[in-house]
């Protein structure tokens, strides 16, 4: 049993080619042992895509460690690698060899691993992660293409080798019982367009880990990767939440959210005539806009809405004034979390402002400092993670409506966090350091 010698020898294979990039040694042990720890027994393990060898390397190392019987079964079978470069294959089997101290043994072979069949207690694989679509696709020829889209709804969904290789390893894996590993870009955690491919494979399993490496994980690779486990039951077709996400979720999902009409969506909307009616100065009433608002700060408003009849066919919304009156807190739209200050002095506002109406027995100081906290930031990354994902991340209604907010059953802690958000609205970083310890303590974080 020498791991660092076939370590060695795997990494006299180069990778060549789009999609090639071997994982490195500690990211393999991860996986195999997210993947490996709940199993007694030696499984039948592969991986369909297996390069020189760096995943089943992986699951020896670990194995030699914790389960030392195991190396026993695999050295007589049960340890597969499929790879359509031979080279690759050849590096695999000599670095496996090596690892079982079993001269000669031969594990992987030269097979298309989207092509074959079979059923294994566990499938670990990095597929190669080349995407048919979006910024970065590359040429396909379009009658496997066809036939890919066909066969795996997955890639149906986001034509892309690592989707269609994502389903393939879910059906490669045993139901009842089977494991499956994988090493994809973190983007399928959460994108509309990986819908399919996650619906694909949570079908049949349940989402165990998700686990961002970041995005330097890959040599040479910039797209942020992540570590997925699953294992038996089938799942939701819900975002591949990480670990750490899913945990603050369930601490902070006791506390309900504000009550629906806590919110509104009443800012003016300009519809057609944002020209006419929308100015920086001139006649007209005060308006505000989203970037009028700050953290507990809230600007002179920075635009006039003029007062004017529409010639026909142009149109807008303007609510009634004293809807804006009733807005006790205005929250920025266009944010990646929550930015509110106190709605004083009133102003009408554009539809880059949200509103916040206050709710029953809620003080106004208390929702500010829960809304502008670091917690909240936090909680709402967590809960609406597509959010983040696009250039202009917006803040929207149905967000507010659904943040769990403490109510008074916290005690003294509501009235401490009233006083700090008075004085983090009126001083600097201490201030606002104190009120986000206490809704960190409020939401038991
Ligand atoms: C990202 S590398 C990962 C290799 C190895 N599993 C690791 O983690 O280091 C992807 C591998 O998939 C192989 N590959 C590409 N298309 C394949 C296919 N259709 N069937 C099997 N292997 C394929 C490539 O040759 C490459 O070795």
């Known amino acids: 049993m020498n791991t660092d010698r076939a370590w060695e020898i795997h990494a006299q294979s180069v990778p060549q080619g789009a999609g090639r990039v071997y994982t490195p040694r500690d990211v393999a042990l ?56 031979a080279r690759a294959v050849e590096a695999c089997n000599a670095a496996l060899a090596v690892a079982l101290d079993a001269p ?18 566990c499938v670990l694989a990095n597929p190669p992660w080349i995407s ?24 149906a969904g986001w034509p892309a080798l690592h989707t269609a290789f994502a389903e393939q390893c ?26 399919a491919a996650r619906r694909a494979i949570t079908a049949r399993f349940t989402l165990e880990h998700s686990i961002e490496l970041g995005e330097r994980a890959f040599d040479g690779v910039t797209e942020p990767a992540g570590l997925f486990v699953f294992g038996a039951g089938e799942g939701t ?19 309900p959210p504000l009550p629906p009409e806590s919110f509104g969506d009443i800012g003016v909307h300009t519809g057609n005539a944002g020209k006419l009616l929308v100015a920086r100065e001139g006649e007209g009433r005060p308006l505000r806009v989203g970037r009028d608002i700050e953290p507990f700060k809230l600007a002179e408003p920075s635009h006039v809405l003029r007062d004017l009849e529409l010639p026909e ?30 709605h ?22 208390y929702l500010l400092g829960i809304l502008n906290s670091d917690a909240v930031a936090r909680i709402h990354r967590a809960m609406f993670r597509d959010a983040r994902q696009r250039s202009f991340p917006q803040l929207k209604i149905s967000h507010l409506r659904a943040l769990p907010v403490p109510g008074r059953e916290i005690g003294e802690l509501y009235g401490r966090i009233v006083q700090a958000s008075r004085s983090a609205a009126g001083g600097g970083p201490p201030a606002a350091a104190e009120l986000n310890l206490l809704v960190e303590r409020a939401y038991g974080l």
């Open 30 to 85: 991860r996986l195999a042992q997210l993947v490996l720890e709940p199993l007694a027994d030696a499984p039948t393990l592969l991986d369909p895509a297996c390069g020189s060898g760096a995943l089943l390397l992986g699951a020896i190392e670990w194995a030699a460690q914790e389960r030392p019987a195991w190396l026993d079964r695999w050295r007589e079978g049960g340890l597969i690698g499929w790879d359509v470069d």
């Open 104 to 121: 000669g043994g031969s594990y992987a072979e030269v097979r298309d691993g989207l092509d074959a069949s079979g059923e294994f207690d």
């Open 132 to 155: 048919y679509s979006g910024r970065h696709a590359r040429g396909i020829n379009p009658v496997r293409r066809a036939e890919l889209a066909a066969r795996f709804p997955a890639f």
């Open 170 to 195: 879910a059906k490669l894996t045993r139901q009842g019982g089977g494991r499956l590993g994988l090493l994809l870009p973190m983007q399928m955690a959460d994108l509309a367009g990986y819908g």
């Open 237 to 255: 077709d819900r975002a591949w939440l990480p670990d750490e996400d899913a945990a603050l979720l369930a601490s902070v999902r006791r506390f």
């Open 313 to 342: 066919g142009k149109y807008a919304r303007i609510a009634d004034e004293a809807r804006y009156r009733e807005a006790v807190i205005v929250l920025r739209q266009t944010a990646s979390r929550p930015v509110a200050a106190k």
């Open 344 to 365: 004083e002095p009133w102003a009408l506002f554009r539809n880059s402002v949200l509103a916040c109406f206050g709710a029953p027995d809620h003080d106004t100081d």
